[in-house]
Each structure stands twice: as C-alpha cells, then as structure tokens.
C-alpha cells in the first residue's frame, strides 16, 4: 500500500511522551505499522520508565498501530542492511522497522536524524519528526 507509514519506536516514543514531533506522528494514525521487534523496544523502554505493565498495554491499544510480525524475509533484509547502515550505528530494531517500510513500500516516521542519510541508499522515504515540515 503507498500511503503506508512504518514508525520507529522512537516516534512512538515521541508520541506517548508528548515530545517535539508528536504531532506528525499522531496524523498517521490510526493504522500506522509498527514492527513486533520496535513493539518489543516500545515496551521495554516505557516499562523501564516505570510506566505499569497493564497502563502500557492499554496505551499501546489505544494507538490503534498496525503491528506486523517480522517475517523471515524482513530478516533477511535487516541482515543485509546491517553494512550500509552500521556507519550510522542502527540497531536490530532500526533495521526492523527500515525493513518493514522497504517491504510494504511505506514511508518511514522516526526521530532519529540519522536515518535521513539513508533513505536514497535504501530506497525509503524517510521523515524526520523533530525536524519542522
């Protein structure tokens, strides 16, 4: 689908948290993808805040997020993408949601600047949410 949007955790994160690009990222939802890998770093890093388990899962369902396991062959594109990306240090869960995106042919929200260096590289329209529109 062309007018889907994959979100990194850190947008989510920039949402939940109420930080400088949350507003980009709630205009994608309801429906926006998100990774069972960026899912899991969502999670981890809210619960690590102290944010209760079950008021997480409630936020989380709320988000109305489009969550998509990853595949053997989103794998297999984050593997290969670990060459051209570990200049810029991206983790598993980064190439995760770049691989989801590169899938679904999807536009990617995150708000790690970084990632807008590969975007002609990978292919990916890829938007900044802490930078202004």
Excluded at 22 to 45: F, R
Excluded at 82 to 94: A, N, P, V
Aim: net charge negative; aromatic share 4%.
């Amino acid at each position: 689908m062309e007018n889907d949007v994959v979100l990194d955790s850190s947008a989510v994160l920039a949402l939940l948290k109420a930080e400088r690009g949350a507003d980009q990222v709630a205009q994608a939802l309801p429906g926006a993808l998100v990774s069972t890998v960026n899912l899991a770093e969502i999670v981890s890093k809210l619960h690590e805040d102290g944010w209760p388990t079950a008021f997480i899962s409630d936020v989380i369902e709320r988000l109305d997020l489009r969550v998509i396991s990853f595949s053997v062959e989103q794998a297999k594109t984050a593997g290969i993408m670990r060459i051209s990306t570990k200049r810029l240090g991206l983790s598993l869960g980064d190439r995760a949601c770049l691989a989801l995106a590169k899938e679904r042919h999807a536009a990617v929200l995150t708000a790690d600047g970084a990632w807008c260096q590969l975007a002609s590289d990978l292919g990916l329209r890829i938007t900044n949410i802490r930078q202004p529109i």
